[in-house]
């Protein structure tokens, strides 16, 4: 599908983002820095993040779905 819209286009990159592996190795890679091993403080600390990262992003998705091209498959009526 051509890229219709900035809109459009911001949408797409939030889903590769989300679905991305590499996006998850870097993720794997990052909780290595930030989570010494054996703390479960800073577990519980990186996995709340990582999952409240998540839901920004997804959150940026499901505001643009009204404004994505009507054949998209994830285009919702506002």
Do not use: C, W
């Not at 459009?8 to 989300?18: D, G, M, N, P, S």
């Amino acid at each position: 599908m051509r890229a219709k819209t900035q809109v459009h286009v911001e949408y797409e990159v939030f889903k590769a983002i989300l679905d991305s592996e590499a996006i998850g190795e870097l993720i794997v890679d990052l909780r290595m820095e930030l989570v010494p091993q054996g703390d479960k403080v800073a577990e519980k600390r990186f996995n709340e993040g990582v999952k409240s990262a998540s839901g920004y992003i997804s959150n940026l998705m499901e505001r643009r779905t009204h404004r994505l091209p009507e054949n998209h498959s994830d285009f919702k009526v506002k």
